[in-house]
C-alpha cells in the first residue's frame, strides 16, 4: 500500500496545482514540491528499512488488488532493490524539476505542474507496475503530459520536436501492446488463465519463432526510450526544445525506464532470444557510444550537445545489459543513477545559461567562468563527470560495464574504450567554449543564486558520494539483479 | 605510524576543498597558509614515515592502511586502499618534499594573481591525486590518481582561461594523456580478466605462476601499461603535449611537468615490473621508446629559444632515460635518476620562473642575457641545477644517476651497444643545451630592463634544491668508486636487483668514455654561443643547417602529422554529418506521407466531373482488366 501513496499524492497534488493555480499561482508550486518530497521521503524510508536486503528473495514488497478480474487485469505493483533505487532517482530529481522551474514558469504554471507531476507519477508506476496492463497504463501515463510539457512550455521549435517525440515514443509503445497481448493470448491458451501479471507471464513457455517477434516488440518500444542508434532521433530535438525541467526529466528519467523495461521483461520473459540477439545489442550499444560522441562533439548547440552525450552514454547500459554479467549489470545501474545525475546537472546549467543569456549558442559564449565562476565550477565538476573522472559516480558505472563486458567480448569492449577518449574531446570542447577563452559577451550576469546553488550544491554532492562509496547502491541492487540473471540464464 | 598514513593525502585534499569552497571569501595571507601549510605537514609526515621505515623493521617492511571498502560485486572487490613500501616512499618523498618548497615558493610567485586561491586548490588537489597514485594498492585507486593528475594538469595548464591558446594546450595534454589512460584501462581490464583481481600485491604474486614468459597475453598487457604510461610522461608518439603544457604557471611546470606527474609512468613501470619481467618484447620495446624519446626531445631542446620549452624538451628527453633505464632492467637506476631529477628540474624551472618575473615575462633566452651580476644567488642555483642536468662528473646528482642509466644499458641484462650509443649521445646533446642555456641566460651583456629582485621566500626553496642538486647523488655511487649504495639497497626490498649480461667491457672504459662526451658536450655549448658566435650565424644562414634547425624546432613535425592524420579527418567526420544522418532519414518519412497524403488530397478537390471522370476511367480500368485476363 505504501507503494501506491505517493503516487496517488502526486496525482491529487498535480490536479490540485492546477485547480489552485487560477487563484494563486504561487501556491501551485509549494504544493508541487511537497508532494515530490513526500514520495521522496516515503522512499528514502524504504530504503533505509531495506539496506540490508529482505533474506531468500529479491522482493521487497508486494502490493495487489483485483482492478478488473473479467480479463485477468490486477493492479498488481512490487519493489526490489532496483526499483526501489529508481524511485529514489525518479522523486530525487522530480524535487529537483520543481526547483529548478520555480520561476522559469510564468504562464499557465497550474497545468505546467500539473504535467510535470504527472509525468513523475507515470514514471514512478512503471518502475513498479508488475502487471503488464497497469504497465502499459503507466508508460503512456508519462508520455502525454511530458508531450505538453514540451508543446507548450517548449522552446522555438517545440511543435517539431514535440510530434517527433510522441510519434516515435507512441510507435514503440504500440508495438508493446500487441506484443503484450499477443503474450497475454498465448499464455491464455496454454494455461486457460488468462492474465496480465508478470509473474504469470514468466511462467509461458512460447515457440521460439513467435517468441522472436514478441520480444522485438517490447524491445523495439525499450529501445526507442533508451535510445539505441539509429532510433534515436526524437531526443536531441526533444531535449533541446523542452524546458528546463523537461530535459531535465527526459534525460535523468524517461531514458531510463527503456533500460529498465529491458532487464525487467526482456531479459526475463525472452531469455533465449535475448541470448541470440545479445553480440548484436553489444555491437548496437558500441556504435552508440561512438556515435553519440561524434554527433556531440559537432554541435553548436548546447542542449543539443549534451543531448548527444546521453547517446554515447546509454550505448553503455544497452552494451553492459547484454553481457548478463553481474558487474556489468551493477555498472549499467550505476549508468541509470550517475547519467541521471551528471546529465541532469548539465542540461539545468545549460537551462541557467539560456535563462541568463536568451541563446544556446555555444559560439555566443565563451569566458563566462570570469562572470560566473561557482557555475564554472560546477560545469567542470558535471563535464568531468560526464567524461568519466574517478571520484565521481559515472567512472564507476562505465568502468564496472567496460569490466564486466571485457571477459564476454573484449573486441566490442576495446571499441567502446574509445569512447572515453571521444567523451573527453567533446567535453573539454563544450566547457572550453562556453565557459573559458576570451569573455565574449558583455553586461553582468548574475553567478547562481541561493536556489541555483542549493540545487547543484545537492548533485554535486550525489555524484561524488556515487563516486567513492557506491557500495550501498550495490549492495541494494545485488539481490534484484542476481533474480534477473538467474532468470535469464536459462539463455546463456 | 601505519594509522597516520591517510593524512598524506588526505591533508592536500582538505586543503583543496577548503579552498575550493570558502577561497573566495580568504585573505591572501590564509589561502597561502592553508594551501602551502597542508603539503608542509603532509611532507612531515612523509619524512617521519621515512625515518620509521629507516629505524627499525626496514626488513621488509610494509605500510597497509584500509580505509574503507570502494566497491565489491560477484568476484570483484576494489577497497581504498593504500599500501607504501620503499618505492611508494621515495615517490610519496619527492611529491610532498618538493611539491611543499614548489608550494612555498609559489606561494609568492602567484601572489598578484587575481585567482589566487583556484590556484593553490588545484595545486592542493593535484598532490593528493598524486600522493593517491604512488599510495595505491589496487590498478582501480591508481587509475583514480593517475586521471586526478591528468584532470589538476588540464585545470592548471589552463589556469589563465582566458588566453585561448592556453586552453587550447589544456586540452591537447588532457586528451593526449587520455589516449594512453584508455591504453591503461584496456590493460587493466586484461589483467583482471586472466587473473580476476586487481590488487598490486596479487597481481604480482599470481603473473609468473599464470603466464609463460614472452606469451602473448601478458605481452599485450604489458604494452598496454607502457602505451598508459607514455601518455603521462610524454613518451614519442605521445610527448606532442608537453611542450605546450608550459602554458601553465612556472610553479606549476616545475610540479606537474617536471618533479612528479611526468613520472607517473616510470612509476607505474618499475610498480608493476615483474608483468614487464615476463614480455622480454615489452622490456625491448621500453627501452627503445626511452632511447627514441631522448633523442628526439633532445634534438629539439636544442634549437628551442623559449627558456621554458627547453626545459619541457629536456624533461621528456630526462625521462626517456629513465624509460630507458626501465626497459634494460635498471630497476634502482631508473627510480634513482627520477629522484634526482626531481631536485635539479624542479630547482631549473623555479628559477627560470624568477628570471621571467624578472624580465618582465620574458621568456626568449635571446632577449636575456647579463643575469649573472643581477641576480647572482639565481645564478649559482640555476648551475647547479644546469650542471646537474648535464651531468657534470662527481660534484652533481644527475652524474650519479646518469652514469648508472649509461652503464646499464650497455651491461645489463637487457642492454646493448644501441641503446648505449643512443644514451652517449642523449648525453652530449644535454650537456650543450644545458651550458648553452646557463650561457645565453646569465652571460653577456643585458639587453632587457629588469624588474625587482625576488623575496626570500623564492630564494629559499631554489637554494635548498640547490644544495639537494648537488648532494642527492652521493647515497649511490658507481660500483667501482665507492662502495655506497644506500638508495639501491632502500629499493632491492621492492624492485629486483639489475643483472649483468656476460662479455662488457670493464666499467671504467664506459664512465670515461661517457665523461668525455658530457664534457665536450658543455665545451661546444660554451664554444657556439660565447667564444665564437660567428659559426652559428653562419650555420643559421645555410639551407641544411637552417632546415634541420627548423624541424628539430617544430617538433620533428609531429603537430602537423597529427594535424593531418589525425584531427583534420575527425573534423571532417563530424562536420559532415552534424545535422545527423539518421534524422534525414525519418525527415524523409514525413516529407514522403506529406507528399503522399497531398496527392491524395489533391484528388478529392469537391469538382464533380473530376468525380465522374474517375468512376468511368475506373470502370474503363477493370472492363480492360476484365478482357484481358
Redesign the interface.
Known amino acids: 500500500m505504501i507503494l501506491v501513496i505517493p503516487i496517488i499524492v502526486l496525482l491529487l497534488g498535480g490536479c490540485s496545482c492546477w485547480l489552485s493555480a487560477s487563484k494563486r499561482f504561487v501556491v501551485c508550486r509549494w504544493i508541487a514540491l511537497v508532494a515530490m518530497l513526500a514520495g521522496l521521503v516515503v522512499f528514502s524510508s524504504l530504503a533505509m528499512t531495506y539496506r540490508g536486503g529482505v533474506n531468500g528473495t529479491a522482493w521487497l514488497i508486494d502490493y495487489r488488488v483485483n482492478w478488473i478480474p473479467a480479463i485477468g487485469i490486477s493492479f498488481h505493483i512490487a519493489l526490489d532493490g532496483l526499483s526501489l533505487i529508481l524511485q529514489l532517482l525518479t522523486y530525487f530529481l522530480g524535487t529537483l524539476a520543481v526547483l529548478c522551474s520555480w520561476t522559469e514558469i510564468r504562464q499557465r504554471t497550474g497545468f505546467y505542474f500539473f504535467n510535470l507531476l504527472a509525468t513523475i507519477a507515470g514514471i514512478s508506476g512503471v518502475f513498479i507496475a508488475m502487471d503488464l496492463f497497469l504497465f502499459y497504463f503507466f508508460w503512456e501515463l508519462m508520455l502525454v503530459p511530458m508531450y505538453f510539457l514540451i508543446a507548450i512550455w517548449g522552446d522555438s521549435n517545440r511543435r517539431y520536436a514535440s510530434y517527433?517525440f510522441f510519434i516515435f515514443t507512441q510507435a514503440g509503445g504500440l508495438l508493446m501492446l500487441l506484443a503484450i497481448l499477443a503474450l497475454y493470448f498465448i499464455h491464455g491458451q496454454q494455461t486457460g488463465a488468462y492474465s496480465f501479471g508478470y509473474f504469470d507471464l514468466l511462467q509461458t513457455t512460447i515457440q521460439p519463432s513467435a517468441a522472436r517477434w514478441i520480444m522485438s516488440g517490447f524491445l523495439v518500444a525499450f529501445l526507442v526510450k533508451l535510445p539505441m542508434?539509429?532510433l534515436?532521433?526524437w531526443l536531441?530535438d526533444a531535449h533541446s526544445e523542452a524546458p528546463t525541467a523537461g530535459s531535465l526529466i527526459l534525460a535523468g528519467l524517461l531514458l531510463k525506464t527503456g533500460a529498465y523495461g529491458i532487464l525487467r521483461f526482456v531479459l526475463t520473459l525472452f531469455p533465449e532470444q535475448a541470448a541470440a540477439i545479445a553480440s548484436w545489442a553489444m555491437l548496437m550499444g558500441v556504435i552508440g557510444i561512438i556515435y553519440g560522441a561524434?554527433?556531440a562533439?559537432?554541435?553548436t548547440d548546447i542542449k543539443r550537445l549534451i543531448a548527444y552525450t546521453s547517446v554515447s552514454h546509454m550505448g553503455f547500459v544497452l552494451l553492459g545489459i547484454f553481457s548478463f554479467?553481474?558487474?556489468a549489470l551493477?555498472g549499467v545501474v550505476m549508468q541509470m543513477l550517475a547519467h541521471g545525475i551528471s546529465t541532469g546537472a548539465l542540461f539545468l546549467l545549460a537551462g541557467m545559461l539560456k535563462e541568463r543569456l536568451h541563446t544556446r549558442e555555444i559560439n555566443k559564449m565563451g569566458?563566462l567562468?570570469?562572470l560566473m565562476?561557482a557555475m564554472g565550477?560546477a560545469a567542470?565538476l558535471f563535464t568531468?563527470a560526464s567524461l568519466g573522472?574517478?571520484?565521481l559516480g559515472n567512472?564507476?558505472a562505465e568502468?564496472?560495464v567496460?569490466?564486466g563486458t571485457?571477459?564476454v567480448n573484449?573486441t566490442l569492449?576495446?571499441i567502446a574504450?574509445?569512447g572515453?577518449?571521444l567523451a573527453?574531446?567533446y567535453s573539454?570542447?563544450m566547457m572550453?567554449s562556453v565557459?573559458?577563452?576570451?569573455?565574449a559577451i558583455s553586461g553582468t550576469y548574475r553567478d547562481l543564486s541561493l536556489r541555483e546553488w542549493v540545487i547543484i550544491a545537492v548533485l554535486s554532492c550525489s555524484i561524488v558520494v556515487l563516486g567513492?562509496?557506491?557500495?550501498p547502491v550495490?549492495d541494494l541492487v545485488?539481490a534484484a539483479l542476481n533474480n534477473i540473471i538467474h532468470h535469464s540464464s536459462g539463455g546463456i | 605510524m601505519q594509522q597516520y598514513l591517510f593524512l598524506i593525502p588526505v591533508l592536500p585534499l582538505a586543503g583543496f576543498l577548503l579552498l575550493?569552497l570558502a577561497g573566495?571569501t580568504m585573505s591572501k595571507r590564509a589561502i597561502a597558509f592553508t594551501g602551502t601549510g597542508s603539503v608542509c605537514v603532509a611532507a612531515l609526515i612523509a619524512i617521519l614515515l621515512c625515518t620509521d621505515y629507516l629505524s627499525g623493521n626496514s626488513g621488509n617492511a610494509v605500510y597497509i592502511q584500509s580505509l574503507?571498502?570502494?566497491?565489491?560485486?560477484?568476484?570483484?572487490a576494489v577497497g581504498?586502499t593504500l599500501r607504501v613500501d620503499a618505492l611508494s616512499l621515495v615517490f610519496i618523498f619527492i611529491i610532498t618534499f618538493v611539491g611543499a618548497l614548489i608550494h612555498v615558493f609559489a606561494s609568492a610567485y602567484m601572489r598578484a594573481d587575481r585567482d589566487y586561491a583556484r590556484f593553490f586548490a588545484c595545486m592542493n588537489l593535484f598532490v593528493a591525486s598524486m600522493l593517491v597514485l604512488v599510495m595505491a594498492d589496487n590498478l582501480?585507486l591508481l587509475?583514480?590518481g593517475w586521471?586526478?593528475v591528468g584532470?589538476c594538469s588540464?585545470?592548471l595548464i589552463?589556469f589563465w582561461?582566458?588566453?585561448?591558446a592556453n586552453?587550447?594546450a589544456?586540452?591537447k595534454a588532457?586528451?593526449i594523456t587520455?589516449?594512453g589512460?584508455?591504453a591503461l584501462?584496456?590493460g587493466?581490464?586484461?589483467l583482471?580478466?586472466e587473473l580476476g583481481s586487481l590488487q598490486i600485491p596479487a597481481i604480482l604474486d599470481q603473473a609468473p605462476q599464470r603466464f609463460s614468459s614472452g606469451s602473448g597475453a601478458i605481452t599485450t598487457i604489458a604494452l598496454l601499461l607502457l602505451a598508459g604510461g607514455m601518455g603521462k610522461s610524454a613518451q614519442v608518439p605521445l610527448q606532442t603535449w608537453l611542450p605546450d603544457a608550459m602554458a601553465g604557471p612556472t610553479p606549476v611546470s616545475a610540479l606537474i611537468h617536471a618533479a612528479t606527474m611526468v613520472t607517473a609512468g616510470v612509476y607505474l613501470i618499475a610498480r608493476m615490473h615483474t608483468i614487464f619481467l615476463l614480455s622480454p618484447l615489452a622490456m625491448t620495446v621500453t627501452a627503445a621508446i626511452g632511447s627514441i624519446t631522448l633523442i628526439v626531445a633532445g634534438c629539439s631542446a636544442m634549437v628551442q629559444t623559449d627558456i621554458k620549452r627547453i626545459l619541457a624538451y629536456s624533461t621528456i628527453s630526462q625521462i626517456g632515460y629513465m624509460f630507458l633505464a626501465l626497459g634494460v632492467g635498471a630497476w634502482s637506476a631508473a627510480i634513482f635518476h627520477f629522484f634526482t631529477h626531481a631536485f635539479f628540474k624542479a630547482l631549473l624551472f623555479l628559477a627560470a620562473g624568477v628570471v621571467i618575473e624578472y624580465l618582465h615575462h620574458e621568456q626568449d633566452i635571446f632577449r636575456m642575457g647579463g643575469l649573472k651580476k643581477q641576480l647572482p644567488l639565481v645564478y649559482y642555483c640555476f648551475l647547479a641545477g644546469a650542471g646537474s642536468l648535464a651531468a657534470v662528473p662527481l660534484i652533481s646528482a644527475g652524474f650519479y644517476s646518469k652514469d648508472a642509466i649509461l652503464w646499464y644499458a650497455y651491461s645489463a641484462a637487457g642492454g646493448n651497444a644501441i641503446f648505449w650509443i643512443a644514451g652517449l649521445v642523449g648525453a652530449f646533446i644535454t650537456a650543450f643545451y644545458s651550458a648553452r642555456l646557463v650561457v645565453v641566460v646569465f652571460w653577456g651583456d643585458r639587453k632587457t630592463p629588469v624588474g625587482s629582485p625576488p623575496g626570500r621566500t623564492m630564494t629559499i626553496p631554489l637554494v635548498i634544491l640547490a644544495f639537494l642538486s648537488i648532494t642527492a647523488g652521493f647515497i649511490e655511487w658507481p660500483h667501482n668508486l665507492l662502495n655506497v649504495h644506500l638508495f639501491s639497497e632502500w629499493l632491492g626490498t621492492v624492485l629486483p636487483a639489475t643483472s649483468l649480461r656476460g662479455g662488457h667491457p670493464p666499467e671504467f672504459i664506459l664512465q670515461i668514455v661517457a665523461v668525455v662526451i658530457t664534457l665536450s658536450g658543455i665545451c661546444t655549448g660554451y664554444y657556439l654561443y660565447f667564444r665564437n658566435t660567428a659559426v652559428l650565424a653562419q650555420w643559421k644562414s645555410s639551407r641544411f643547417p637552417a632546415a634541420a634547425r627548423e624541424f628539430f624546432f617544430s617538433g620533428w613535425k609531429f603537430d602537423a602529422l597529427y594535424n593531418h592524420l589525425v584531427v583534420r579527418p575527425?573534423l571532417f567526420?563530424?562536420?559532415i554529418?552534424?545535422r545527423?544522418v539518421?534524422?534525414r532519414?525519418?525527415d524523409g518519412i514525413v516529407t514522403f506521407s506529406k507528399q503522399f497524403n497531398r496527392s491524395l488530397s489533391f484528388s478529392q478537390n469537391g469538382s464533380l466531373r473530376w468525380y465522374v471522370a474517375g468512376v468511368l476511367i475506373g470502370i474503363l480500368f477493370i472492363i480492360t482488366i476484365q478482357l484481358i485476363l
Open positions: 517527433k542508434v539509429p534515436h532521433n536531441p561524434l554527433l562533439f559537432a554541435q554479467r553481474e558487474i551493477q569566458g567562468w570570469t565562476p565550477g567542470m568531468m573522472l574517478p571520484m567512472f564507476i568502468f564496472l567496460l569490466l571485457f571477459q573484449s569492449t576495446t574504450s574509445i572515453l577518449v573527453a574531446v573539454l570542447r572550453q565557459f573559458l577563452g576570451p569573455l567513492l562509496y557506491p557500495q550495490m545485488k | 575550493a573566495k574503507w571498502q570502494w566497491f565489491q560485486t560477484a568476484e570483484l581504498l582501480v587509475y583514480l586521471e586526478g584532470m588540464y585545470l589552463g582561461y582566458e588566453t585561448a586552453c587550447r589544456a586540452n588532457f586528451i587520455r589516449i589512460d584508455t584501462i584496456i587493466i581490464f586484461l583482471f580478466r575527425f567526420l563530424t562536420g554529418n552534424k545527423d539518421f534524422d532519414l525519418s
